[in-house]
């Protein structure tokens, strides 16, 4: 079986993480799942919850950091 990857995206209010795993042939002395890579950007999204919303400035960067994490996925050839 060859190896697949997976991500995982988890946007908090105060950091967005990525995390991609590796699933692995059954009986793999790794285990069946292999952490590939985390990363964790802090954008504190949460200090906008005051007002309600997110601010322009914190959209733009959250959107800008969701094409990065999207280049991300596509050189550990994720899974879509």
């Known amino acids: 079986m060859k190896k697949v990857n997976y991500a995982a995206i988890d ?3 105060n950091a967005v993480r990525l ?19 985390l990363i964790r950007i802090p954008l504190r999204l949460g200090e906008d919850f005051t007002t309600g919303e ?8 959250l959107i800008r950091l969701m094409k990065a994490y999207k280049q991300l996925m596509k050189i550990f050839e994720v899974r879509n």
């Open 54 to 61: 997110i601010s322009e400035g914190k959209a733009e960067k």
């Open 19 to 37: 995390l991609i795993k590796s699933v692995n042939e059954e009986g793999s002395p790794e285990g069946l799942l292999r952490k590939v890579q």
């Open 11 to 13: 946007i908090g209010s």
